[in-house]
């Protein structure tokens, strides 16, 4: 057994004092309190404040506990995540003249929280509420990489002739979508359909959710293939837009 | 000297200040946004400072600009849309305000209204402005400052003074202000002051009269898409090339051209506009007649309001007074842990009821309640409520207008919503469809600008902008829509004659 973290412990009792006064505590109070040099408590303090766990009083330098640790047992709600994205999500579909999806982790798939139609005039279903496999499409290839406690996937079932079906070419997929930060999937649900997808991130980068835009496989791949470089740069740019409105006030 | 590729758009709301930059294709590029504050300084005022509100339009324009990597040479035009209804009375020769901004949602002129209403002229403003006199218009608002503000009805009479709504105080400003600016206001927000005769969109002088309002002190009345002067600050060179007031600037932006095209745009309130052609439709429901643009050597397009006050505020409310949620896109997800609402029907009657009942003595009120129904079913009650107002508003303007709808397009922050927007199109048993760019209220400045400066040819073109981002088809069996229907009317009846003789009474007013 590894002894305890002495840094560790120091910075759980400031947050235990902080917790526990109602005011707002100055620097010298907590270096009395928890019977430590002042350099030593300033350096904890600093450090908490940096992560969002302890906040420091502008004018008068006391410290109090952050709205980072109230937070820490919840989760981002998916509908405040809907409406962070509307805007970020119609521009990706008014530049790349393609559909639009974002998705979310629900049990074994993906469920589509936000749909945005091709902007071109054609006769579309709104597809919110759609729960899509994960393994078949690159919005779970994204959630798979980006996001914790993915669910084990018990059983890979094949939609078309392309989805990955066996484990290893599954982790393969994951793995490199974790590498370049986005995945494509090119006919893996539905034949001739291609979609690249990014991950929208809440703080420290976890993945909550993954956007998409899905096309047919001429407008999506280049002639070799390929994932059309431009494309790919805009959802990424737009998924980390939506990551990083995630924070504003609401 | 580049050739000019976008076009900008004020949107300057009741609680902020706001640059959009739009693209050839109405896609939005660049926004810049800045909060004012909010004065309450008696129960039932609400006023806002119109300085504050200028120093924040001449921050947003560069800041939008910064964003998109662009120069003033590079907007063709900038076109604005502002908040209705919201009064200011500024000093010509200082460019100071004389008095904070009266803003729509203050309800000081209850009484003047009052004694209007029972006066001789009541019929006259009818007849002339198309409209009741209400506390919700603003020449009340001028009138009351004319009597409060020492020395200002002298004043007006001699010049000194400018009243003006929003758009007339930033076009002043934006064209030099004390050197030079140029007064003048839209036929659209000018339909709302009360003056302004609906047919030849003109001041009307018994109007004025009978409110004792000295022409002097008001603007030239102009189109919505015209090039009223250039920016010599803020976007210095760039023409001003229209203005709107928010709603008719929202119609517009959903390209609503055509007689018998219809939004709704779903924000703290809620507005159903509908244009009517060359037709201003009298309304047997309590709707208002107004004007929905006017372009520049063609006669006049009106349009048809109903304007529900509680929308939004009513999921405001769940959040910041019952605590039920913390952010308002929370309540999807509370709504969402049930299947229906519990028997629990919410009737936001705050302040009275609105169109189409107008009744002054109603209340809200929360019926239904059983030990079964939790908070997750007064979440669905409080977004049923927002559809079924709607609903109401939709058959009263189908009935004013003889005109079936057949889809309703929406915009605003609530169109976020799939609940609700699926529960509006279930109760309506209509598609709902929304736009692309959702928003309307900037893109129809931007696109009354553009087209006085030629940045886009004519209407038909705009229409190519529009596109669908989504569709809700109802799905709604039509016996469980006449159950739940019939259970909002019992609802709505419980709210009638609450405020009784002897009661402190809030007055009831509309919301623009």
Not at chain 2, 46 to 65: K, Q
Not at chain 2, 273 to 282: E, Q, V
């Given at each position: 057994?590894?002894?305890?973290?002495?840094?560790?412990?120091?910075?759980?009792?400031?947050?235990h004092f902080l917790g526990a006064v109602p005011e707002p505590v100055p620097l010298g109070e907590l270096s009395r309190m928890l019977a430590l040099p002042k350099p030593t408590v300033h350096g904890i303090v600093r450090t908490?404040?940096?992560?969002?766990?302890?906040?420091?009083?502008?004018?008068?330098?006391?410290?109090?506990?952050?709205?980072?640790?109230?937070?820490?047992?919840?989760?981002?709600?998916?509908?405040?995540?809907?409406?962070?994205?509307?805007?970020?999500?119609?521009?990706?579909?008014?530049?790349?003249?393609?559909?639009?999806?974002?998705?979310?982790?629900?049990?074994?798939?993906?469920?589509?929280?936000?749909?945005?139609?091709?902007?071109?005039?054609?006769?579309?279903?709104?597809?919110?509420?759609?729960?899509?496999?994960?393994?078949?499409?690159?919005?779970?290839?994204?959630?798979?990489?980006?996001?914790?406690?993915?669910?084990?996937?018990?059983?890979?079932?094949?939609?078309?002739?392309?989805?990955?079906?066996?484990?290893?070419?599954?982790?393969?997929?994951?793995?490199?979508?974790?590498?370049?930060?986005?995945?494509?999937?090119?006919?893996?649900?539905?034949?001739?359909?291609?979609?690249?997808?990014?991950?929208?991130?809440?703080?420290?980068?976890?993945?909550?959710?993954?956007?998409?835009?899905?096309?047919?496989?001429?407008?999506?791949?280049?002639?070799?293939?390929?994932?059309?470089?431009?494309?790919?740069?805009?959802?990424?740019?737009?998924?980390?837009?939506?990551?990083?409105?995630?924070?504003?006030?609401? | 000297?580049?050739?000019?590729?976008?076009?900008?758009?004020?949107?300057?709301?009741?609680?902020?200040?706001?640059?959009?930059?739009?693209?050839?294709?109405?896609?939005?590029?660049?926004?810049?946004?800045?909060?004012?504050?909010?004065?309450?300084?008696?129960?039932?005022?609400?006023?806002?400072?119109?300085?504050?509100?200028?120093?924040?339009?001449?921050?947003?324009?560069?800041?939008?600009?910064?964003?998109?990597?662009?120069?003033?040479?590079?907007?063709?035009?900038?076109?604005?849309?502002?908040?209705?209804?919201?009064?200011?009375?500024?000093?010509?020769?200082?460019?100071?305000?004389?008095?904070?901004?009266?803003?729509?949602?203050?309800?000081?002129?209850?009484?003047?209204?009052?004694?209007?209403?029972?006066?001789?002229?009541?019929?006259?403003?009818?007849?002339?402005?198309?409209?009741?006199?209400?506390?919700?218009?603003?020449?009340?608002?001028?009138?009351?400052?004319?009597?409060?503000?020492?020395?200002?009805?002298?004043?007006?009479?001699?010049?000194?003074?400018?009243?003006?709504?929003?758009?007339?105080?930033?076009?002043?400003?934006?064209?030099?202000?004390?050197?030079?600016?140029?007064?003048?206001?839209?036929?659209?927000?000018?339909?709302?002051?009360?003056?302004?005769?609906?047919?030849?969109?003109?001041?009307?002088?018994?109007?004025?009269?009978?409110?004792?309002?000295?022409?002097?002190?008001?603007?030239?009345?102009?189109?919505?898409?015209?090039?009223?002067?250039?920016?010599?600050?803020?976007?210095?060179?760039?023409?001003?090339?229209?203005?709107?007031?928010?709603?008719?600037?929202?119609?517009?932006?959903?390209?609503?051209?055509?007689?018998?095209?219809?939004?709704?745009?779903?924000?703290?309130?809620?507005?159903?506009?509908?244009?009517?052609?060359?037709?201003?439709?009298?309304?047997?429901?309590g709707l208002i007649s107004t004007v929905a643009y006017a372009l520049e050597g063609r006669p006049p397009v009106y349009a048809t309001e109903g304007s529900i006050a509680v929308a939004g505020a009513l999921v405001q409310w769940?959040?910041?007074?019952?605590?039920?949620?913390?952010?308002?896109?929370?309540?999807?997800?509370?709504?969402?842990?049930?299947?229906?609402?519990?028997?629990?029907?919410?009737?936001?009657?705050?302040?009275?009821?609105?169109?189409?009942?107008?009744?002054?003595?109603?209340?809200?009120?929360?019926?239904?309640?059983?030990?079964?129904?939790?908070?997750?079913?007064?979440?669905?009650?409080?977004?049923?409520?927002?559809?079924?107002?709607?609903?109401?508003?939709?058959?009263?303007?189908?009935?004013?207008?003889?005109?079936?709808?057949?889809?309703?397009?929406?915009?605003?922050?609530?169109?976020?919503?799939?609940?609700?927007?699926?529960?509006?199109?279930?109760?309506?048993?209509?598609?709902?469809?929304?736009?692309?760019?959702?928003?309307?209220?900037?893109?129809?400045?931007?696109?009354?600008?553009?087209?006085?400066?030629?940045?886009?040819?004519?209407?038909?073109?705009?229409?190519?902008?529009?596109?669908?981002?989504?569709?809700?088809?109802?799905?709604?069996?039509?016996?469980?829509?006449?159950?739940?229907?019939?259970?909002?009317?019992?609802?709505?009846?419980?709210?009638?004659?609450?405020?009784?003789?002897?009661?402190?009474?809030?007055?009831?007013?509309?919301?623009?």
């Amino acid at each position: 057994m590894p002894g305890s973290i002495q840094s560790i412990e120091r910075a759980a009792a400031v947050l235990h004092f902080l917790g526990a006064v109602p005011e707002p505590v100055p620097l010298g109070e907590l270096s009395r309190m928890l019977a430590l040099p002042k350099p030593t408590v300033h350096g904890i303090v600093r450090t908490l404040v940096d992560v969002g766990f302890v906040v420091q009083d502008p004018d008068s330098g006391r410290y109090t506990l952050g709205e980072g640790l109230s937070r820490l047992g919840e989760t981002l709600d998916p509908h405040l995540l809907r409406s962070r994205s509307v805007n970020w999500a119609d521009g990706l579909a008014a530049r790349t003249g393609l559909e639009v999806q974002l998705g979310v982790l629900a049990g074994q798939g993906v469920e589509l929280l936000h749909h945005v139609f091709r902007p071109d005039g054609s006769p579309q279903r709104l597809r919110v509420g759609e729960l899509q496999p994960l393994h078949a499409t690159a919005l779970g290839h994204v959630l798979l990489a980006f996001s914790p406690a993915a669910s084990r996937l018990q059983e890979l079932v094949s939609s078309t002739g392309s989805t990955p079906t066996s484990p290893v070419t599954l982790t393969r997929a994951v793995q490199q979508a974790f590498r370049r930060g986005w995945a494509v999937a090119d006919g893996t649900l539905r034949p001739g359909v291609a979609a690249i997808a990014a991950p929208v991130r809440h703080h420290l980068g976890i993945g909550v959710g993954a956007l998409a835009v899905v096309g047919p496989r001429e407008r999506v791949l280049s002639v070799a293939g390929d994932p059309v470089p431009a494309l790919v740069e805009q959802v990424v740019a737009a998924a980390a837009a939506v990551s990083a409105h995630l924070e504003d006030r609401l | 000297m580049t050739t000019p590729t976008y076009v900008a758009a004020i949107d300057q709301g009741t609680t902020s200040t706001r640059c959009l930059v739009f693209d050839h294709g109405g896609r939005m590029v660049a926004v810049a946004q800045h909060e004012h504050h909010q004065y309450f300084p008696r129960p039932g005022w609400a006023e806002h400072d119109a300085s504050e509100i200028w120093a924040n339009t001449l921050r947003v324009l560069p800041e939008a600009l910064d964003q998109a990597g662009l120069q003033p040479s590079d907007l063709a035009a900038v076109g604005i849309a502002n908040q209705r209804e919201t009064t200011i009375v500024w000093d010509r020769a200082t460019g100071r305000p004389v008095a904070p901004a009266i803003t729509w949602q203050d309800t000081r002129t209850a009484e003047l209204v009052d004694e209007l209403n029972r006066g001789p002229s009541a019929d006259l403003f009818r007849e002339v402005c198309g409209l009741a006199p209400a506390g919700y218009f603003a020449a009340p608002r001028l009138r009351w400052l004319l009597d409060h503000v020492p020395g200002l009805q002298r004043r007006a009479r001699a010049g000194e003074v400018a009243f003006g709504t929003v758009e007339s105080w930033l076009i002043w400003n934006l064209t030099g202000g004390t050197d030079g600016g140029v007064h003048v206001t839209d036929v659209t927000n000018a339909s709302r002051t009360m003056l302004m005769d609906i047919r030849t969109l003109d001041w009307d002088q018994r109007l004025l009269d009978a409110l004792d309002i000295p022409a002097e002190i008001l603007p030239e009345i102009r189109p919505n898409a015209q090039v009223y002067g250039s920016c010599t600050v803020g976007l210095p060179g760039v023409p001003i090339g229209g203005a709107f007031g928010d709603q008719q600037a929202a119609l517009f932006g959903q390209t609503c051209f055509a007689t018998g095209e219809a939004k709704c745009t779903y924000g703290t309130g809620a507005f159903l506009l509908m244009n009517t052609g060359d037709r201003i439709a009298t309304s047997e429901h309590g709707l208002i007649s107004t004007v929905a643009y006017a372009l520049e050597g063609r006669p006049p397009v009106y349009a048809t309001e109903g304007s529900i006050a509680v929308a939004g505020a009513l999921v405001q409310w769940f959040r910041d007074s019952l605590e039920m949620i913390r952010s308002a896109p929370e309540i999807e997800t509370l709504a969402r842990r049930v299947e229906d609402n519990g028997g629990c029907y919410i009737v936001p009657a705050f302040a009275g009821l609105f169109a189409p009942r107008w009744q002054s003595d109603a209340r809200g009120v929360v019926v239904g309640l059983t030990s079964y129904v939790t908070r997750s079913h007064l979440a669905r009650a409080v977004l049923e409520a927002t559809a079924w107002q709607t609903a109401e508003v939709v058959e009263a303007m189908a009935a004013d207008t003889g005109i079936a709808f057949t889809g309703l397009k929406v915009d605003g922050g609530m169109t976020a919503n799939h609940l609700l927007m699926q529960y509006v199109s279930d109760v309506l048993d209509l598609p709902v469809e929304r736009p692309l760019v959702a928003e309307s209220v900037s893109l129809g400045a931007a696109y009354a600008a553009g087209l006085a400066v030629g940045y886009w040819p004519d209407l038909e073109g705009l229409r190519d902008n529009w596109h669908q981002a989504a569709r809700w088809e109802p799905t709604m069996s039509d016996p469980l829509r006449r159950r739940e229907r019939a259970a909002w009317d019992r609802a709505v009846e419980r709210t009638l004659g609450w405020v009784v003789a002897g009661d402190t009474v809030v007055p009831a007013r509309r919301f623009g």
